[in-house]
């Protein structure tokens, strides 16, 4: 992380993570069973969430209107530093805006503010998990603080999940394109940065029995199929579309394969 942000030219503070391999006392923690897997959450998943709370209590208790939070294997795109020296550039109703991309198709809106070099601003309606980088508020930062005093639920599901409390009260923007994205999606180019959440929660998935995936039936599938065209249409009249979100990577238009898409997303 200190070598993408001085190829940026932009200063940072490190904030020390939480690690959940040592921490056992993580296993005696009193939490709802995660009401998204019915599970409960990892060390790595915990130490995860505290750790993202420990800078929300920085911004919060600091002088600035915003702060920006990145994890510690992202990648940067080279338009990146051009946005993170100023904050002129950021809606003033926006509570989040992510600047990352997990490579799952979301929902924006079609309408976009530009901001030069190509990119632009969409407001986020759909799913959109990955914590690795965004810009947050004084205030949602205050409100996440409050909003998670029990533990039970992955900090990138309380963020970007709009099904949920914490996530919906916020006005939350996405950068199209992507300004960053986690190491591991770049294959062959990689640093070598794997995630140890997404081993554990696999791990935890097996073990329960849960990581196996069964076929629908008929019924089930024409349920789903007309839920995906409501859905479509439901968009297209609230000027909405269902975008994978790109990330240019060295001058290099990058997407993953779709199977490690898939593995990422469990």
């Not at 809606?91 to 799952?104: R, W």
């Not at 062959?188 to 554990?200: E, F, H, N």
């Not at 000027?239 to 199977?259: C, M, N």
Request: charged content about 25%; overall charge positive; proline content about 5%.
């Amino acid at each position: 992380m200190t070598a993408e942000f001085a190829r940026l030219g932009v200063a940072f503070e490190r904030v020390a993570a939480i690690d959940g391999r040592d921490r056992p006392d993580f296993d005696e923690i009193q939490m709802h069973a995660n009401r998204v897997t019915k599970l409960r959450l990892t060390g790595s998943e915990i130490g995860c969430l505290l750790s993202h709370r420990a800078c929300w209590e920085i911004i919060a208790q600091g002088d600035g209107p915003y702060g920006a939070i990145f994890e510690d294997d992202v990648i940067f795109s080279e338009q990146a530093g051009a946005l993170l020296t100023s904050s002129d550039w950021i809606p003033a109703d926006a509570g989040i805006v992510k600047l990352e991309t997990f490579f799952n198709k979301t929902i924006i809106g079609r309408k976009r503010i530009p901001l030069g070099q190509g990119l632009s601003l969409s407001r986020l309606y759909g799913v959109h998990i990955g914590t690795g980088g965004y810009v947050i508020s004084r205030q949602s930062a205050r409100d996440l603080i409050d909003g998670t005093r029990e533990i039970g639920i992955p900090v990138d599901q309380v963020m970007f999940n709009p099904n949920l409390a914490t996530s919906s009260q916020n006005i939350i923007y996405q950068s199209v394109p992507a300004l960053c994205a986690q190491d591991q999606f770049l294959g062959d180019r990689a640093v070598g940065l794997p995630s140890l959440i997404k081993a554990q929660r696999m791990d935890l998935l097996l073990a329960s029995g849960r990581a196996e995936r069964r076929k629908p039936g008929l019924t089930k599938k024409i349920g789903i199929e007309i839920k995906r065209l409501v859905g479509q249409i439901t968009d297209f009249c609230r000027l909405r579309q269902a975008k994978v979100i790109p990330f240019d990577y060295r001058g290099e238009h990058f997407r993953p394969p779709r199977t490690q898409r898939r593995e990422n997303a469990l």
